[in-house]
């Protein structure tokens, strides 16, 4: 029986490297999934080091590293103070968050999150969560679908498509992509197809809204001098990261000091936004569109 692999972690020594990990520090990742980041920052911890590994996918348990120094969380990050705070810390070194969604994902295909096979119409991160997207196609009006191609799929026909999907009325995957179709062109399908999807996958599971609290709670939970690295996918989650580092809101909102100077909770370690090399992308092509920014948390006065 073949053994398929449950994710290849994008961006890692880069990613681990951003974090600066002391040994006795304490850590969060909070897209704890296959394991391959939390196992690397492991490697460079301590005897007193501590790694809180967090998922929403209860899949990702049995992928749970067996050492007193880890704790599994099930939960979305959305809440991850509340779950550190939980398991006995006030504050942390660091935190990592990888926005990808693991080959596991796609290749479990009862889960509904690729056009390649028939199924469900179901994109739940999290199978305790009651709604998926066949429940969203059955209750949004046409402006709302279209409104979420458009934002989350960047999808310029998205009216259209929306309209096409609630006529369709699928409860499939393959019915979807049958509904589709014939508004894509035919020499950008796939990247269409994958663009419908996501947009649908984003909103069933909340997930901007689930990063904005995200880095939001980050400024509660760092100590000073603590990092938050994130690797994103997509110009959506890219901006909202990119604006949060250099101004400590989402909106990329400047507020300035009696210099003229902008007030800033962070410094930004990468200056360029860091992404693969040709030889990842060749070995992991899934990793093509990781964006990886890193800021640590300035200490008052700084």
Do not use: C
Request: aromatic content about 8%; overall charge neutral; charged content about 25%.
């Amino acid at each position: 029986m073949e053994q398929t692999v449950y994710h290849i972690p994008a961006l890692l020594g880069q990613s681990i490297d951003g974090l600066d990990i002391k040994p006795g520090g304490t850590y969060v990742d909070v897209t704890y999934g296959g394991g391959g980041h939390s196992r690397a920052i492991m490697t460079r911890l301590g005897p007193e080091g501590h790694l809180v590994g967090m998922d929403q996918d209860m899949d990702a348990w049995a992928n749970r590293i067996d050492d007193p120094r880890f704790t599994f969380a099930h939960g979305n990050f959305a809440y991850v103070k509340n779950f550190v705070r939980y398991y006995g810390f006030d504050r942390v070194d660091g935190i990592l968050a990888d926005l990808g969604v693991s080959f596991h994902h796609f290749d479990a295909v009862e889960r509904g999150f690729s056009f390649r096979a028939d199924a469900p119409l179901d994109m739940r991160m999290n199978r305790d969560a009651s709604f998926t997207a066949a429940e969203l196609l059955s209750t949004y009006s046409v402006d709302r679908l279209a409104d979420v191609l458009y934002l989350y799929g960047e999808l310029k026909q998205s009216r259209r498509l929306a309209a096409a999907i609630l006529k369709a009325a699928p409860a499939t995957t393959g019915q979807l992509v049958e509904a589709v179709t014939p508004l894509l062109r035919p020499s950008q399908e796939k990247k269409e197809l994958s663009m419908v999807f996501q947009a649908l996958r984003i909103e069933v599971n909340g997930e901007l809204d689930a990063l904005r609290k995200l880095l939001s709670q980050s400024l509660e939970l760092l100590k000073p001098g603590g990092r938050l690295a994130v690797i994103t996918y997509h110009s959506l989650e890219d901006r909202l990261v990119k604006n949060f580092m250099r101004t400590g809101n989402v909106e990329g909102r400047q507020e300035k000091d009696f210099y003229g100077r902008v007030s800033t909770p962070w410094r930004v370690i990468t200056g360029k936004v860091i992404v693969p090399s040709a030889e990842e992308v060749a070995r992991n092509p899934r990793s093509r569109s990781a964006k990886l920014r890193v800021a640590e948390l300035l200490g008052k006065g700084e």
